[in-house]
């Protein structure tokens, strides 16, 4: 079993940049996939980024691509979301997440969570 723990976010103003971390322990960090998701108040929670065990592979959502750069270092279990060009549309809580069965951007295939950390984006 995997616990992950992100970094606090914060407040920024849009245009500005924030990296999150999250940490894993309790498991195998680089057998696992891993990925970003949010969720704004009111909404669903949607994908951001993902990445695979050894970062050949990343996706972003379009909403995300081009300002948001995922990247994992195996060494320190440990994945970030590089997140530039901020907009207040980017507010939410954010999640990282690992799965092994090839989930990708499906919230469903994902085993384990981590608590989430809040970003709010100002205008």
């Known amino acids: 079993q995997v616990q992950l723990i992100e970094s606090a976010g914060g407040l920024v103003q849009a245009g500005d940049s924030l990296r999150l971390s999250c940490v894993g322990s309790?498991?195998?960090?680089?057998?696992?996939?891993m990925g970003w998701f949010r969720q704004a108040p009111g909404k669903e929670r949607e994908f951001v980024a993902y990445?695979?065990?050894?970062?050949?592979?990343?996706y972003y959502a379009d909403s995300v691509t081009g300002r948001f750069i995922i990247s994992r270092d195996n060494a320190k279990d440990t994945v970030y979301l590089q997140m530039n060009k901020m907009k207040p549309e980017d507010t939410a809580v954010y999640y990282c997440a690992a799965t092994r069965r090839g989930a990708y951007s499906q919230i469903n295939g994902y085993e384990y969570w981590g608590q989430g950390t809040q970003v709010t984006v100002s205008s």
């Open positions: 990445i695979s065990t050894w970062g050949a592979t990343r």
């Open positions: 309790g498991g195998n960090f680089k057998s696992y996939d």
